[in-house]
T-cell receptor
Framework: SQTIHQWPATLVQPVGSPLSLECTVE??????LYWYRQAAGRGLQLLFY??????ISSEVPQNLSASRPQDRQFILSSKKLLLSDSGFYLC??????????????FGAGSRLTVL | GQSLEQPSEVTAVEGAIVQINCTYQ??????LSWYQQHDGGAPTFLSY????GLEETGRFSSFLSRSDSYGYLLLQELQMKDSASYFC????????????FGSGTRLSIRP
């Protein structure tokens, strides 16, 4: 069976510090991978999605970046955090094609507080 | 662009039936999905409609009308544990791997 791991679960970072969130998927190959951000009580904002290694599309051209160094690994980074980066970050995966591409499975999330 | 509209809040009574609507606007269409999210947790997949009609999964059903760009999630025999936020989502027609979400409907259930 497939599993998705996301870490760290929570972190508190000062403004201007770097960020690295990691996500790995097990039990499948060539998944589509996603990073979403959710502000408190709000919807899910798509940040990045990837259909393969080094194939990443950005939806939010701010101070965040994403990388996919391996097929089942997706990393979200920032060189300098802003207060507005606080939120609940969710990694997700789906099958690469057909009806499975419509079903997202989410990691447990990473709650980031920037002070 | 793409957008999805759903009510921000719905309140219902335990044991009753509730319907959460979603209208969408996309450049192409691959299907409408629904997710449930409890406070503090991650969203979990509930259902998916690619074709018109009703899909039933236990107490939950989802409906789609592609001609109306409209769908709904129907929850029957409501239980207190159904109190959560519910999101509709679509794949972008321009980039089939891009999945966007509505702003969510918070369902509150009263005893």
């Amino acid at each position: 069976s497939q599993t998705i791991h996301q870490w760290p679960a929570t972190l508190v970072q000062p403004v201007g510090s770097p960020l690295s969130l990691e996500c790995t998927v097990e039990g499948t190959s060539n998944p589509n991978l996603y990073w979403y951000r959710q502000a408190a009580g709000r919807g899910l904002q798509l940040l990045f999605y990837s259909i393969g290694i080094d194939q990443i599309s950005s939806e939010v051209p701010q101070n965040l970046s994403a990388s996919r160094p391996q097929d089942r690994q997706f990393i979200l980074s920032s060189k300098k955090l802003l207060l507005s980066d606080s939120g609940f970050y969710l990694c997700a995966w789906s099958m690469g094609q057909n009806s499975g591409a419509n079903v997202l499975t989410f990691g447990a999330g990473s709650r980031l507080t920037v002070l | 662009g793409q957008s999805l509209e759903q009510p921000s809040e719905v309140t219902a009574v335990e044991g009753a039936i509730v319907q959460i609507n979603c209208t969408y606007q996309t450049s192409g269409f691959y299907g409408l999905s629904w997710y449930q999210q409890h406070d503090g947790g991650a969203p979990t997949f509930l259902s998916y409609n690619a074709l018109d009609g009703l899909e039933e999964t236990g107490r939950f059903s989802s409906f789609l009308s592609r001609s109306d760009s409209y769908g709904y999630l129907l929850l029957q025999e409501l239980q207190m544990k159904d109190s959560a936020s519910y999101f509709c989502a679509v794949r972008d027609g321009g980039s089939a791997s891009k999945i966007i979400f509505g702003s969510g409907t918070r369902l509150s259930i009263r005893p």
